[in-house]
Antibody, heavy 124, light 108 residues
């Protein structure tokens, strides 16, 4: 059974860089889209972006200038960096495994395995 | 605002049927995925590829799609179904992913 274990600093000051890592246990790294999602307190889910096993990235346009995702296939890990954080970046950050496919003419995308979440607070 | 539109809140009497909808232009080309999230927990996948349920999801959960609207139906809602529900799919450009704003389901 695939599990994702995530970690990273939970308290940051404004202008610092958020750095989170997610390790994949019990499954293959290839063939999937490794994603990051966040949820500000009391608000909905926000897709941050994804990286596939080849290292191709796709970021939320609203965060693209500050986001970098990378992967380490030798360790089955992928990472998120978000620069110049502000209080608006305070959220629970989740990593997840993404799958995509097609049924006749319709494409589908879903994330089936999620990490437990890391609470990141930005405060001076 | 999200490119996928959900009603903020819906209520259902215990044992009755409820439909939660998600609207967006991208849904004409891409299937919606549905997640259930309870307070303090990570989201759980309940429906993918329009109407597929992962192992362990009760069969009272079903999905459908028509035009620009995807629906999650709970037939015979239980108290434990009270949660936030989010749809997820491609955005209107087709290049990025997006969540709906979420629907808070209350089981009365």
């Amino acid at each position: 059974q695939v599990q994702l274990q995530q970690w990273g600093a939970g308290l940051l000051k404004p202008s610092e860089t958020l750095s989170l890592t997610c390790a994949v246990y019990g499954g293959s790294f290839s063939g999937y889209y490794w994603s990051w999602i966040r949820q500000p307190p009391g608000k909905g889910l926000e897709w941050i972006g994804e990286i596939n096993h080849s290292g191709r990235t796709n970021y939320n346009l609203s965060l693209k200038s500050r986001v970098t995702m990378s992967l380490d296939t030798s360790k089955n890990q992928f990472s998120l960096k978000l620069t110049s954080v502000t209080a608006a970046d305070t959220a629970v950050y989740y990593c997840a495994r993404g799958i995509r496919g097609v049924v006749i003419i319709h494409y589908y995308y879903y994330m089936d395995v999620w990490g437990r979440g890391t609470t990141v607070t930005v405060s001076s | 605002s999200s490119e996928l539109t959900q009603d903020p809140a819906v209520s259902v009497a215990l044992g009755q049927t409820v439909r939660i909808t998600c609207q967006g232009d991208s849904l004409r080309s891409y299937y919606a995925t549905w997640y259930q999230q309870k307070p303090g927990q990570a989201p759980i996948l309940v429906i993918y590829a329009k109407d597929n349920r992962p192992s362990g999801i009760p069969d009272r959960f079903s999905g459908s799609s028509s035009g620009n609207t995807a629906s999650l139906t709970i037939t015979g809602a239980q108290a434990e179904d009270e949660a936030d529900y989010y749809c997820y799919s491609r955005d209107s450009s087709g290049d990025h992913m997006v969540f709906g704003g979420g629907t808070k389901l209350t089981v009365l």
